[in-house]
């Protein structure tokens, strides 16, 4: 099963048996001084931090010339952290290649999709499929890991770091060629899947086969999908050599690279099963306070690819980051919020970028644990108070985080859904997907991210809200769903389109809708809104998009009033004999409706949120093992009300014992635990 580490490989328990929750930070100390490594070293200590990133971005200190490698300095830092105590996950430094290598061979630069190649001067310029480059990534990779891999205080691998560039090249072209031919087979088989009848894009001879370049007007859509497949598969192909390379050298020792939570380029269920670790990077707006909801979507994502095991927070900011327009600081509670909140749902890790300020380079003006005015600093002060906490929560290491709703996301559906011709740009995936979410995150159940091809059986309640792109082969697992007398919850413009994204003929959603107990003929994307009348959802105005369905079986839930789509349904549920439920919503309905419909959906699976804790909504309560974690995302006081058996709970935060109305401060957060008398 994807999302499922590979039994036998190493994991994260390798480090967190250890030293417990792992708190640490990419460390550049190729930017420093020898005499700033050993304060860096005390001040980790100080600050209870037990792991460090090195080497990230180290090519061209580690490797000046091609083929002349310096170490020396490295060999002194990764003892220096190993004689401290502090764990190292040396990185792999790929991600930014020296200028000698560009310069060497210019073919190893990436070109956009309109003949522009890159320059040296930034970071992330390769060509993945460049092999001058792969070759030089793979030289310096072997050379660490010779050097390295059995060295004991490098306790997990990082390869490269946020894979996600994409290049339209000469060397891309015939990788993309050769991924094709794997997949179809033949050029018929890819003249069919692409639908190359249409505007006479026949192919005739493998070589007319390009990835999507600048075109006059719109490019074939499939050929759009299979190039976003291929470029995430190529990436990956990238981390593996580096990855087999570390195995040979360092077996036992677990192999990651830093993902992106929702990053459009990369599919994600593709890379997590060769992820010994799934690491993420998060960056919440703390300007945003709706952000949070974003972040826990991201987080219950990343524990979906890990398959329920624990993960990190790799990258994080500690206070503001450089690269929105106006870059609002975290503030000491909300450093602390945000790091908690992975904890609560399921991070055996909360790691930041960076350990220390940059001084000079590109992202000088981003936070850092010690920030450039030095420890003497309320940043700081918090970093060293979480890493006291942190070691407090020791006990919920290994744990697991209850989920009894799954909701599908899936990157080829995404990629297939938003392609630039579509009914109606306003119906967008991630918008929807975090609008069926956010009413199961105020109701605080456990909720996991998951693709269309897993296992469904573990759960009561499946949201899929907008999985556009249904290959023939998850209809039965989606169906089964009912079919066990589980709740299934579908969004608009749903099932639309098969593996080659092309339209499946018949009344939609086609594979569903005898289970939902409806059908349409006709998207409607809307000029003029229009009125539902529900009895329970109330009055609703719906603004951008409805469908043109009839019920065949089902109840209307809501039905449009007046108009052209006067009489049709916009919400059915069809309730089917052995319990189970279908339900269909063909309209993008605004955020109150759409929590009537998810909140009669659990009730309907009987899903509630943990026992014994009250809140308001935007009191975040979070169950994992046998800590439920309430975490206050208003920058307002907040009060938990307790009951349960004895009403008595423990906050293993501060140590005490709570019971009755429990003040909450802005954003502040309480991991209890029920006191048995
Ligand atoms: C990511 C990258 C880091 C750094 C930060 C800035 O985490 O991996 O190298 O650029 O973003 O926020
Ligand atoms: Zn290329």
């Known amino acids: 099963m994807t999302g499922t580490v590979a039994s036998g490989a190493p994991t994260l328990a390798a480090l967190t048996d250890d030293v417990g929750l792992l708190y640490g930070a990419d460390w550049n100390p190729e930017q420093w001084h020898p005499d700033v490594w050993r304060e860096d070293v005390a001040l980790m200590r100080a600050a209870g931090v037990n792991v460090v990133t090195v080497g990230v971005f180290a090519w061209a200190t580690i490797e000046p010339r091609p083929g002349r490698f310096e170490l020396d300095w490295l060999d002194r830092v990764v003892d220096l952290a190993h004689d401290s105590g502090i764990l190292v996950d040396l990185a792999t430094p790929t991600a930014s290649p020296p200028p000698w290598l560009g310069v060497l061979w210019p073919s190893s630069r990436a070109v956009t999709a309109d003949g522009v190649r890159m320059s040296h001067g ?42 996600g560039q994409v290049c339209w090249c000469e060397h891309c072209a015939e990788g993309f060629r050769t991924w094709l031919r794997a997949r179809h087979g033949s050029l018929d088989e890819l003249n069919r899947a692409w639908g190359t009848a249409f505007w006479s894009q026949r192919y005739d001879e493998w070589r007319e086969v390009i990835p999507p370049r600048a075109a006059p007007y719109l490019v074939n859509p499939t050929q759009v999908l299979d190039h976003r497949r291929f470029a995430s598969d190529q990436l990956l192909a990238l981390y593996l050599e580096q990855r087999d390379v570390i ?126 005015a ?61 609008a069926y979410y956010r009413p199961l995150w105020e109701a605080g159940v456990g909720v996991d991210v998951v693709g269309p091809d897993a296992d469904l059986d573990a759960y009561d309640l499946v949201v899929a809200p907008q999985l556009h792109l249904v290959e023939d082969v998850h209809v039965a697992g989606l169906r089964r769903v009912v079919e066990r007398g589980g709740v299934l919850l579908l969004g608009p413009f749903s099932a639309v389109v098969d593996r080659d994204a092309h339209v499946r003929t018949g009344r939609f959603p086609v594979p569903f809708a005898d289970l939902v107990g409806a059908s349409g003929e006709e998207w409607v994307p809307l000029a003029d809104p229009v009125d539902l009348r529900s009895d329970l959802l109330g009055d609703v105005r719906v603004h951008d998009w409805a469908e043109r369905l009839r019920v065949e079986g089902g109840e209307a839930v809501a039905t449009v009033v007046g108009g052209d789509l006067d009489g049709c349904a916009a919400v059915v549920r069809h309730r089917h004999a052995g319990g189970g439920q279908g339900w269909y919503v063909g309209a993008l309905l605004p955020p109150d409706a759409l929590a009537g419909v998810v909140r009669a959906c659990l009730d309907a699976a009987d899903v509630t949120g943990p026992a014994g804790v009250r809140a308001a909504a935007d009191v975040e309560v979070v169950r994992r093992g046998h800590v439920t974690f309430c975490l206050n995302a208003a920058d307002r006081p907040r009060t938990v009300h307790l009951t349960g058996a004895d009403g008595v709970w423990h906050d293993l935060l501060t140590g005490a014992d709570v019971a009755g109305d429990v003040p909450l401060a802005p954003h502040g957060v309480l991991a209890l635990i029920e006191r048995t008398p």
């Open 247 to 372: 195995r040979e050298h360092a077996p036992g020792v677990p192999v990651t690279t830093n993902l992106m939570g929702f990053h459009h380029p990369t599919d994600y269920r593709r890379w997590a099963p060769h992820l010994d670790v799934v690491a993420d990077d998060v960056y919440g707006d703390p300007a945003d306070p709706h952000d949070v909801v974003r972040v826990a979507l991201t987080h219950d994502l990343a524990r979906g690819l890990a398959g329920g095991a624990p993960w990190v927070v790799m990258e994080q900011a500690a206070g503001a980051v450089n690269w929105r327009p106006h870059n609002v600081p975290k503030t000491s509670a909300q450093l602390r919020l945000d790091s908690l909140r992975a904890i609560a749902r399921g991070a055996d890790g909360s790691c930041f970028f960076q350990w220390r300020a940059s001084t000079a380079g590109a992202e000088r003006y981003h936070s850092a644990l010690v920030p450039h």
């Open 374 to 434: 030095g420890p003497d600093t309320a940043l700081h002060r918090a970093v060293v108070e979480h890493g006291a906490e942190l070691a407090r929560l020791r006990e919920v290491v290994g744990t697991r985080v209850p989920a009894r709703v799954a909701l599908v996301f899936d990157w080829p559906s995404w990629w297939a859904a938003e392609e630039p011709a579509s009914p109606s740009q306003r119906l967008r995936v991630l918008p929807q997907v975090l």
């Open 122 to 163: 930034s970071r992330n310029h390769f060509c993945p499929s460049s092999p001058h480059y792969r070759e030089r990534a793979l030289a310096v990779a072997r050379v660490l890991a010779e050097r390295y891999g059995e060295h004991p205080g490098v306790r997990m691998w990082h390869v490269g770091n946020e894979y």
